[in-house]
């Protein structure tokens, strides 16, 4: 098949290695092939990345009690992109009291997402 005649869906840059391959999701018949991986992970993460995207979650919350009135916080593992705002949502409402320790668990399990949201400092109390 020459180069014109190939549609790509998706252009996937791969980011498990700094190598950096750039990967193609292409429909042939029913099915999707990817094509520009140079290794398993690389088709891996391409596969993941175009049927369910993943990314950590970074983002504040707000602090009772403490020095400061927010906290950084991130998610302990990748959660559905297409859920980030929903947990975002959910995450507005929540209020934590100080002092909180770095890597303390602020929500379990978040939407039951499968990830926990940790919070990424110290935080003394005031
Ligand atoms: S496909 Fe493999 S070699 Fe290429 S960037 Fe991804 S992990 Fe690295």
Redesign the pocket.
Known sequence: MSESSVSVVKVIR????????Q?QAIPKGSDIVFE????????E??KQEFYEPKRILTTTVRVEDGFLPLIPVRTDKPILKDRLREALNEIAKTVVRAPIKMGDILIENILELDSNLIASRDLAKL
């Open positions: 791969c980011i498990v290695c700094p190598t950096g391959c990967i520009g991986y140079t290794c398993e992970r690389g088709l993460y391409a």
